[in-house]
């Protein structure tokens, strides 16, 4: 089994940053695809961004790119998600995610059905 455990959301202004924390547990971190998705009210909860094990093959869904950054800390167990330049539509519940598959390439990453494990959740709402 994995534990994720997310901090680092809260309310912020249009335009701000944040980052979101997931430390892992349970599992050798290494050995774990990351990601991060993100749930509106009404809405599905859709992907974000993904980390691969090994050399950190990165991806994010359009809506993100150019402004959040996933990053993992393999001394602290840890994923984030740097988030700049901030809009309301960002406004979500946002999970981590882990699997212990190695998920190369978009269509993989971005599936939720290939992460069994999962975060609580941290609530992000940006105000405009």
């Known amino acids: 089994q994995v534990q994720l455990v997310e901090s680092g959301g809260g309310l912020v202004q249009a335009g701000g940053s944040l980052r979101l924390s997931c430390t892992a547990s349970?599992?050798?971190?290494?050995?774990?695809?990351m990601g991060w998705f993100r749930q509106a009210p009404g809405k599905e909860r859709e992907f974000v961004a993904a980390?691969?094990?090994?050399?950190?093959?990165?991806y994010y869904t359009d809506s993100v790119k150019g402004r959040s950054f996933i990053s993992r800390d393999y001394a602290k167990n840890t994923v984030y998600l740097q988030m700049n330049s901030l809009k309301p539509e960002d406004t979500a519940v946002y999970y981590c995610?882990?699997?212990?598959?190695?998920?190369?390439?978009?269509?993989?990453?971005?599936?939720?059905?290939?992460?069994?494990?999962w975060g609580q959740g941290t609530q992000v709402t940006v105000s405009s």
């Open positions: 995610a882990a699997t212990e598959t190695a998920l190369y390439g978009s269509v993989s990453t971005q599936s939720k059905s290939a992460y069994p494990y």
């Open positions: 980390i691969s094990r090994g050399v950190g093959i990165t």
């Open positions: 349970g599992r050798t971190f290494s050995s774990l695809t």
